[in-house]
């Protein structure tokens, strides 16, 4: 039981264990601020089903492959094609995970910090009293360019990931995940009910779930895509290093199955909680304000300030933002602290400590990118670190593994692993066509689209 001294990597207890902390990897700041994000600037319901499907065909495809990879090597990104490919120069894309999960990290962090500092400013009361567009823009602006407040906010996301994670899998991740995951999932619920029960939700309702066809358009699939895997985690090894700790015994398939549902579920009823509550409040109206990053900071306390149990409702929603973002840094904290452990033989508590502080002083120009400060231009930071790392790499990195997977280590050997512990795959014509041809065809098409508009 536990991780032993001399073993620093660690196992996850059981296969419920692995599913809550991938769950909470996957459910984060991805499902419940960019997913709202991309529906409002994507066409509403279309862009929910675009990425259902997506979900289905692409995102579980990679998170089984993933899955496999990490298990079979029990490894680290870099371990993981070091050990299939030895003294090849397939380690660097290891490297590139690597890095690119301290840049999501970095950025990550700020957001994080901003439900941090919206959870503490709720429950102040800011948000009470007539809150109009205006007043609600200036508090977000005020705050997120207010540079000794940002840079606390971060300190203390980034402090309790390097807590977490140097208590290692079972007793950080795996004991932290089981506490807070169903808290999450249990708020999620309540609050979607609450929202649905407002009155004049039918018409955010309709906004939501009725697609209006004509919005169809291939922005919307390629953006459609790309949050399947910004959401699931995918494309930067987290899913290979918490697969490396899942026993010989488990069920790859029904693991995978199990977070891609959850992750969709929690997507699509942090919808239902914002939708309704934005077209209920009298005085906003969806169609005129700016889909920015902000979105969530901006349009929730005015929401909070008219519903009525609108205060409770609000510390509750900016507390489940907070759990659920940082059960997703913790995963990405993990991955270079797995690589130092695994390759470097370090302690873990001195790899997390390190890793954690250089994380949070990339996160600083981030943070203070954002509202006035003129350290770096305007918003320009922040954005650019989520188009590099958050888009781009996360593409690149998901070729990468259907590439090595299907050429380099074989589909057959994958297959023979996830038969271990999950006799019967019924999907797995499905899932090996995926592979080979589907997943890898449109990642490219989303790469030239995305590198095509990124430079024009
Ligand atoms: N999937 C998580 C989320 O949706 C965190 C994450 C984002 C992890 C991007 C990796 C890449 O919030």
Redesign the pocket.
């Known amino acids: 039981m536990g991780e032993s001294i001399t073993d620093p990597r660690g196992t996850w207890g059981s296969k419920l264990a692995f599913i809550f902390a991938a769950s909470g ?7 419940m601020w ?1 997913f709202p994000l991309m529906v409002g600037k994507n066409g509403g319901a279309v862009f929910v089903f675009t990425y259902i499907i997506s979900v289905f065909f692409i995102g579980f495809t990679i998170m089984l492959a993933e899955l496999t990879l990490g298990r079979r090597t029990q490894k680290n990104p870099v371990g993981v094609f070091q050990t299939i490919k030895p003294g090849s120069s397939w380690k660097y894309a290891g490297y590139v995970a690597l890095v690119t999960c301290v840049c ?1 990290l970095s950025y ?1 962090g700020v957001i994080a910090g901003w439900a941090f500092g919206y959870f503490y400013k709720t429950i102040g009361g800011m948000f009470r009293g007539n809150i109009t567009w205006d007043i609600s823009d200036t508090i977000f602006k005020n705050f997120a360019s207010n540079p000794l407040e940002i840079v606390f906010c971060i300190f203390i996301i980034m402090a309790i990931t390097t807590f977490v994670i140097s208590k290692g899998v079972q007793g950080g991740i795996e004991r932290w995940s089981k506490i807070l995951m169903p808290v999450l999932f249990a708020l999620i619920l309540f609050l979607a009910i609450r929202a649905i029960t407002l009155g004049g939700a039918q018409t955010g309702i309709s906004y939501y779930l009725l697609p209006d066809l004509s919005k169809m358009d291939p922005n919307v699939f390629f953006f459609g895509v790309g949050q399947a895997f ?4 995918l494309g ?1 090894g ?1 899913m290979m290093t918490y697969g490396s700790y899942i026993g010989k015994r488990d069920n790859l398939v029904t693991s995978a199955g199990w977070v891609c549902f959850s992750t969709t579920l929690v997507a699509f009823l942090t919808g239902i909680i914002i939708f309704p509550a934005l077209f209920a409040t009298p005085g906003i109206n969806p169609g005129e304000f700016e889909v920015s990053t902000g979105l969530m900071f901006q349009v929730f306390p005015i929401v909070i300030s008219k519903i009525p149990g609108g205060y409770l409702f609000g510390i509750l929603f900016f507390f489940l933002l907070l759990v659920a973002a940082l059960t ?1 840094t913790i ?2 904290l993990e991955v270079p602290v797995a690589y130092f452990i695994d390759e470097k033989r370090w302690p873990r508590k001195k790899a997390a400590l390190l890793v954690g502080i250089v994380t949070f002083a990339l996160a600083i120009p981030s943070g203070l990118s954002v509202g006035g400060v003129k350290f770096l231009t305007n918003w320009k930071f922040l954005i650019s670190m989520d188009l590099v790392f ?1 888009n781009i790499m ?1 593409a690149v990195g998901g070729l990468i593994v259907c590439v090595f997977l299907v050429y380099l280590w074989r589909t057959q050997n994958a297959l023979q692993e996830i038969s271990l512990g999950s006799r019967g795959f019924k999907l797995k014509s499905l899932w090996v066509f995926n592979i080979k041809f589907l997943a890898p065809v449109v990642i490219i098409i989303i790469l030239f689209f995305k590198i095509f508009n990124a430079i024009s």
Request: no cysteine.
């Open positions: 990897s996957a459910i984060g700041l991805g499902s960019r999501i990550y910004y959401s699931l985690s930067m987290i997703s995963s990405l958050g996360l």
